[in-house]
């Protein structure tokens, strides 16, 4: 797929994303370096894909790559456990932030920006159907992201002016991602902050409750 954007190369060659795929173990990771509040809370110029409410006790933000194995299994097997327990049931905010690994990431992050627009439950439904069809987009990114795209109802060319042409929406994506490098010390993928703790790597649904329900008595 030709994306076109001449930093595109540039903005995703820093050390130790082709390892970071390779990461399982979850684990918290030291906050010598402790980020702020408010680098942790700022939200991009698209704005946050969010899900629960804004008054839940406790905040999840997960940095993730469309094209990231372990980001996918969470979304198949972890995520709809925390939603059914915890988001909709009040208790935790839930918000995505892409962090593409590569230029297929990158394209269909932007497909689903394009067509959730400001729609949450829509945006995650399409990257839920996306991570469901990740080895497709491996096989396949052009073929996979223009199937995606028509079932939602976008022309070819509509796809095309998303992910190719629409500097705003990649530029969009790009700065989080950088934000979260530079700031925030994201270095793999999925990356959560749970109220400001990080954890990183392969984590289960058990892991997240041990440290959500400490959280929902304080």
Known sequence: MNITR???????????FAAA????????VSQANAQTAAEINQAGEL??????????????????????PHCASFTKDVFPQIKTNYIDTGKVRFIFREFPLDQVALAASALARCVAKDDAPKY?????????????LASDALGTINRVGKQAGFSEQMIK???????????????VREHAYSKLKVNST?????NGTVVKGDIS??????????????
């Open 6 to 16: 001449r930093t595109f190369t540039a903005a995703l060659s820093l050390t130790g």
């Open 21 to 28: 795929l390779g990461l399982s173990p979850w684990q918290f």
């Open 205 to 218: 649904f058990d892991a997240f409750e041990k440290l959500i329900k400490p959280l929902l008595k304080s």
């Open 47 to 68: 704005g946050d894909m969010a899900l629960g409410s804004k008054d839940a006790p406790v905040t999840i933000i997960e940095y993730a790559s469309m094209t990231c």
């Open 190 to 194: 999925p990356f959560f902050f749970v």
């Open 161 to 175: 002016d998303c992910v190719q042409n629409d500097p705003k929406i990649q530029k969009g994506i790009l700065d």
């Open 124 to 136: 995650f439904a399409i990257i839920d159907i996306l991570f469901k069809q990740q080895n497709d």
